[in-house]
């Protein structure tokens, strides 16, 4: 009796492990899962625009994201904002890195019918399991690329191979009213215009990644399908909760010129959109999301 309940046992642990060690159902099939430092964090800049948009033919655009059940039209108008991968240093801490500093968002003022308030909770570097509320959005950002003027001597060159666009997600932003109280924070940062010391004083923007999709007027008149255009999110986990920051530094004097689906041919850098950004005002932190 003795001796048939150890073989017994062997035989169940004998099972056990194989279990352990073959592979679950699908397990290649599934996505690693995300990580905060997939995406970058931004230093944003309020901008005016020195040229006029430069589309094709747009007829109609529409967007759809987490808080969004169904793809929602909206007017575009005038961009309000450039954002630039940013290195973020916290005194006692590991510098935070760029780690796409090709790709940039360039932010546009939308208007749509939409009116809906979302409660939501996030938690990123600088806050765990906040919580906020979200009013109706204000901005569609879109992922670009962007050059800065060389004092007198104008623009670069083109470099041969730009950063594909693709590489980072459209995001729909929502102006913010947080829950709790926040606790400033003194940081240092650095992007491709110069380096600041600011004071970092609470949340002030959501955005999401968002799917857009473009639907262009047809070549002829009363064409029953029109053709559209529609651009996935890259990291539908990955949200930005973007900081009020302060600081004493000036505007970065820097001219640029940026190019988007929205404003540019590629590699005619004359139709880029110039503009002029103003001092930073905001720090977007990659950030988990979850609506409530």
């Known amino acids: 009796m003795k001796y048939r309940l150890i073989r017994a046992v062997k035989a169940t642990l004998a099972v056990a492990l194989l279990s352990s060690l073959a592979p679950t159902a699908n397990s290649a099939d599934l996505p690693p899962s995300p990580r905060l430092s997939d995406l970058d964090h931004f230093l944003c800049y309020p901008v005016k625009s020195g040229s006029q948009l430069y589309t094709p033919d747009i007829q109609q655009v529409t967007v759809r994201d987490q808080f969004l059940p169904i793809n929602l039209g909206i007017k575009v108008n005038e961009p309000d904002m450039l954002c630039n991968p940013v290195t973020k240093t916290i005194?006692?801490?590991?510098?935070?890195?760029?780690?796409?500093?090709?790709?940039?968002?360039?932010?546009?003022?939308?208007?749509?019918?939409?009116?809906?308030?979302?409660?939501?909770?996030?938690?990123?570097?600088?806050?765990?399991?906040?919580?906020?509320k979200a009013d109706p959005m204000k901005q569609l950002c879109l992922p670009s690329h962007k050059q800065k003027r060389k004092n007198e001597e104008g623009f670069p060159a083109l470099p041969p191979k730009l950063?594909?666009?693709s590489g980072l997600s459209h995001f729909t932003c929502y102006p913010v009213r947080p829950d709790m109280i926040f606790n400033k924070k003194n940081i240092k940062l650095e992007d491709q215009f110069k380096e600041y010391t600011v004071d970092v004083t609470g949340p002030v923007r959501l955005c999401n990644p968002a799917k857009k999709r473009v639907t262009f007027r047809p070549p002829n008149p009363g064409q029953p399908n029109p053709p559209r255009k529609s651009y996935n999110w890259v990291t539908p986990t990955l949200h930005l909760v973007c900081y009020r920051i302060t600081s004493k530094a000036a505007a970065p004097g820097a001219r640029t010129?940026?190019?988007?689906?929205?404003?540019?041919?590629?590699?005619?850098?004359?139709?880029?959109?110039?503009?002029?950004?103003?001092?930073?005002?905001?720090?977007?932190?990659?950030?988990?999301?979850?609506?409530?």
């Not at 939409?114 to 409660?119: H, N």
């Not at 909770?121 to 919580?131: G, I, P, S």
């Not at 590629?266 to 110039?274: E, F, I, L, N, S």
Request: net charge positive.
């Open 257 to 292: 010129r940026v190019h988007n689906q929205f404003d540019g041919r590629p590699r005619a850098p004359g139709t880029w959109r110039t503009a002029t950004p103003g001092a930073p005002t905001e720090l977007c932190l990659p950030s988990y999301k979850q609506k409530t």
């Open 91 to 132: 005194k006692g801490k590991l510098p935070t890195p760029r780690e796409r500093p090709g790709l940039h968002l360039f932010c546009y003022d939308i208007t749509h019918q939409a009116s809906a308030v979302y409660g939501f909770k996030y938690d990123n570097q600088f806050q765990e399991a906040a919580t906020a």
């Open 163 to 165: 950063p594909l666009l």
